[in-house]
């Protein structure tokens, strides 16, 4: 069960939409430019309508799914999926489905926000044997590819004696943008002990920093930021 027909949810789609696996799509937007041609398929269901909404996440078929993917653009709608999905496993007027299930749920829940995503994983450490949660952030994962790969210690030599700053260079403060800074700060860290220059280019970019740094006040104790 697929709940949103996000970017996101467009690629597993496509990976599975020629096996025999079922899907089930839940979109709100009736209007949505892919809906019909994934109506095409016999193994994929589109029910239009709102992801929180527990009668629609029911006909789903959630409590016999293998796996819910919560990939809509809002993190609360998300979280709202997850939520409702909780509660139903936990209720007992559900225990006898439940019981029938052979395999523990998979609950795969995508979050933007950093502590919307650190606060979620606290709270579903482990399994409580009905179903396994998990957060993850495309975002930050894809953050985490590019600071390992484009390391600047490969493009130039630091020691001890160089006093220079390593600079690297931002374009765009968006979602992405604010996630490879994320990821630097924590993992840019060289041998001359001299913190981290950032620079950054984008349209209005002094009213996006403050709000980056509303987010993360303490950053430029880490990083040095210079838009």
């Known amino acids: 069960v697929i709940c949103g027909l996000s970017w996101k949810a467009r690629i597993i789609i496509n990976d599975y939409k020629s096996t025999k696996k079922k899907i ?3 979109e709100k937007n009736k209007d949505h430019k892919d809906i ?16 929180e909404d527990d009668a629609v996440l029911m006909s ?10 919560a990939l809509t653009e809002s993190d609360f709608v998300n979280l709202k999926v997850a939520d409702h999905i909780q509660k139903k496993f936990n209720d007992r007027s559900m225990s ?4 029938r299930r052979k395999k523990i749920l998979k609950v ?15 709270f579903h450490k482990e399994s409580d044997g009905k179903v396994d949660y998990h957060a993850f952030n495309l975002f930050q994962q894809a953050a985490e590819k590019v600071i390992d790969e484009f390391s600047p210690d490969q493009y130039c030599t ?7 700053q390593v600079h690297i260079l931002i374009s765009g403060l968006t979602v992405q943008g604010e996630h490879v800074i994320l990821e630097a700060a924590e ?8 913190k981290l220059k950032v620079s ?10 403050k709000g980056f740094l509303i987010k993360f006040p303490r950053i430029e104790n880490i990083i040095d930021i210079h838009p």
């Open 158 to 164: 630091i020691n001890k004696n160089n006093v220079n």
């Open 200 to 209: 950054i280019i984008d349209n209005d970019i002094m009213d996006k920093l």
């Open 24 to 26: 089930v799509i839940i």
């Open 60 to 69: 789903g078929n959630i409590l016999n799914a293998s796996y819910v993917f």
């Open 96 to 99: 006898k489905r439940i019981s």
């Open 187 to 194: 993992m840019y860290h060289f041998v001359n002990l001299q």
């Open 36 to 51: 019909s041609d994934y109506r095409l398929y016999s193994n994929i269901k589109v029910i239009i309508g709102d992801a």
């Open 108 to 122: 795969r829940v995508h979050l933007v926000d950093y502590f919307n995503l650190m606060a979620f994983k606290e």
